[in-house]
């Protein structure tokens, strides 16, 4: 068995699922946690006042796999 850990935005959620669903893994667990890379927060405005926005919404997608799962074949691909 492995453990497959994922960081997605929040509303690639369902596209990320039913991919999942497709490789036939039976389930997942999912948290919502915030961070950045590439996009290094940004700014917003709120009454009038700035405010930057260093850390994102994000999904973290928990699965177990066996050794030998389609989507390791699927990868390769």
């Not at 068995?1 to 997942?28: C, F, Q």
């Not at 926005?53 to 997608?61: S, Y």
């Amino acid at each position: 068995m492995k453990k497959v850990e994922a960081i997605i935005r929040p509303h690639l959620l369902d596209a990320v699922r039913n991919a999942l669903h497709e490789v036939n893994v039976a389930g997942m667990t999912i948290s919502e946690v915030q961070g950045y890379g590439r996009q290094k927060g940004h700014t917003e405005t709120y009454r009038g006042t700035e405010y930057q926005i260093e850390f994102i919404p994000k999904t973290k997608i928990e699965v177990i796999v066996p050794e030998t799962s389609k989507m390791q074949s699927s990868r390769r691909s």
